[in-house]
């Protein structure tokens, strides 16, 4: 599904990777983890082509190197990207979907979220919750079909019945994810294949234990 292949990633002059080699396999739902500010976010992006990132090495998706393509193509392909911070468009919500999809997954999707139709006709992210806005972007993501989820803090501003219909959305539906958040309670109603941790400018995996020696003791010990 998707392979990196002695990837490293800057901003500008900060390095924030250097000589990663993993790989996501199909349908494979793996936690992202690492201190605040270590570059999570900037990973994900880089992974949808979005810029200031400078990337080398190479991204292999579904057996094709997609290092060089742009976001929009990336997209055709399967790669979706959950925003942790979202802006105002003056769009409906409805509007948007019906360009990137149909009526009948548009349906799907709102059924999953307990959504009415009615939602469909506000404004994207104008004068809604912070809950409302992820679920926005849990819409546009369904609605895309995508083969690798790319989520980042789904669970931010999201009160405790909404996270749990988001977390049955992610376990249930079929695509790889690279999911990234900070709550222990998230993590626990994940069904989580991998863990992952980003730390001194590399990804290794880690197990339940380390995991728990993080939640009690924080990165320094790891």
Same mark, same amino acid.
Do not use: W
């Given at each position: 599904?998707?392979?990196?292949?002695?990837?490293g990633?800057k !901003? &500008?002059?900060?390095?924030? #990777?250097?000589?990663?080699?993993i /790989? @996501?396999? =199909?349908?494979? +739902?793996? *936690?992202? $983890?690492g201190?605040?500010?270590?570059g999570?976010?900037?990973?994900?992006?880089?992974?949808?082509?979005?810029?200031?990132?400078?990337?080398?090495?190479?991204?292999?998706?579904?057996?094709?190197?997609?290092?060089?393509?742009?976001?929009n193509?990336?997209f055709?392909?399967?790669?979706?990207?959950?925003?942790?911070?979202?802006?105002?468009?003056?769009?409906? !919500? &409805?509007?948007?979907?019906? #360009?990137?999809?149909?009526?009948? /997954? @548009?349906e =799907?999707?709102? +059924?999953? *979220?307990? $959504?009415?139709?009615?939602?469909?006709?506000?404004?994207?992210?104008?004068?809604?919750?912070?809950?409302?806005?992820?679920?926005?972007?849990?819409?546009?993501?369904?609605?895309?079909?995508?083969?690798?989820?790319?989520?980042?803090?789904?669970?931010?501003?999201?009160d405790?019945?909404?996270?749990?219909?988001?977390?049955?959305?992610?376990?249930?539906?079929?695509f790889?994810?690279?999911?990234?958040?900070?709550?222990?309670?998230?993590?626990?109603?994940?069904?989580?294949?991998?863990?992952? $941790?980003?730390?001194?400018k590399?990804?290794?995996?880690?197990?339940?234990?380390?995991?728990?020696?993080?939640v009690?003791e924080?990165?320094?010990?790891?």
């Amino acid at each position: 599904m998707l392979e990196l292949e002695n990837f490293g990633l800057k !901003i &500008g002059e900060r390095e924030i #990777l250097a000589d990663v080699n993993i /790989k @996501i396999n =199909e349908d494979e +739902k793996c *936690l992202l $983890l690492g201190p605040n500010g270590i570059g999570k976010t900037a990973f994900l992006k880089s992974l949808m082509g979005f810029p200031p990132y400078s990337v080398v090495g190479k991204i292999i998706f579904n057996k094709e190197d997609i290092t060089s393509l742009p976001i929009n193509e990336r997209f055709k392909r399967g790669i979706f990207l959950l925003f942790q911070d979202t802006e105002e468009i003056n769009v409906r !919500i &409805g509007r948007l979907l019906k #360009l990137i999809s149909s009526e009948e /997954k @548009i349906e =799907e999707a709102l +059924k999953m *979220l307990n $959504l009415s139709k009615e939602f469909l006709n506000r404004e994207i992210n104008k004068s809604l919750s912070g809950g409302e806005r992820k679920t926005v972007e849990m819409l546009q993501m369904l609605v895309s079909s995508p083969k690798l989820a790319l989520i980042d803090e789904f669970d931010a501003g999201v009160d405790f019945s909404l996270l749990k219909t988001f977390t049955q959305v992610i376990n249930s539906n079929k695509f790889s994810a690279i999911i990234v958040t900070h709550n222990y309670s998230t993590i626990s109603m994940l069904k989580i294949n991998r863990i992952l $941790l980003l730390k001194d400018k590399n990804i290794r995996e880690i197990d339940k234990e380390e995991l728990e020696r993080i939640v009690k003791e924080g990165y320094g010990q790891i």
